[in-house]
């Protein structure tokens, strides 16, 4: 579970997440954890009812999606204890940090167009999604309250925080230890975190 490094074309090593060697079985539990772990957090902030009864009921998923990350979080380091591995063994780490900016910056970028893209061809073929597009938007006010700006964006880092170590850190690398092929890999993770998004709507 050490460090792997590959070199760029101007001589300076990355750190590249590197999947356990771990037995298959081991491997599947495993990536299964984080999911399961937020899930089973989430309870945690039920004992908050009996001191806490916000105006809006909301607020309480707020509540539960925190714990639920606080606790993914804490199984992952766990996990990663358990076997000795370090935290650069699922890609977090600040060597490198500027060109993996750019190279999250510019992926984005590149996200954003596909999406476009993808969803322009959508609406042409299946023109009914243009009736459902509001689904996920109105599932989300649904299950969100009213936030300001600054509570949102602390709230929004934090899930992106946890999301990212949970599910493209530790589950990617635990996946990538069964399939040994990233093409395989992510497609399975990024089903596997859909499904954790399900109440969005298929959208």
């Known amino acids: 579970g050490g460090d792997l490094t590959a070199p760029l074309a101007c001589g300076a090593p990355i750190p590249l997440a590197v999947p356990p060697t771990m037995r298959w079985w081991v491997a599947l539990l495993e990536s299964l954890a984080p999911l399961a772990a937020a899930v089973g957090g989430s309870f945690f902030a039920l004992p908050l009812l009996l001191l806490w009864r916000p105006g809006d009921d909301r ?18 380091a766990g996990l990663l204890k358990l076997h000795n591995q370090p ?10 940090l500027g060109l993996n900016v750019l190279i999250g910056a510019g992926a984005y970028v590149l996200t954003i167009f596909a999406m476009l893209f993808l969803i322009i061809a959508a609406v042409i073929f299946f023109p009914e999604l243009r009736e459902r597009q509001d689904d996920a938007a109105e599932a989300i006010k649904a299950s969100f309250p009213p936030m300001g700006l600054w509570s949102m964006l602390l709230f929004m880092a934090f899930v992106a925080f946890w999301e990212e170590v949970a599910f493209r850190g530790f589950m990617l690398t635990r996946l990538q230890a069964i399939f040994r092929r990233w093409w395989l890999t992510i497609p399975v993770g990024a089903a596997l975190f859909g499904m954790g998004h399900a109440y969005q709507g298929p959208v």
């Open 59 to 76: 607020w309480f998923t707020i509540a539960a999606t925190t714990a639920g990350g606080v606790v993914a979080l804490a199984t992952c």
């Open 87 to 96: 935290l650069s063994s699922i890609g977090l780490t600040d060597r490198s």
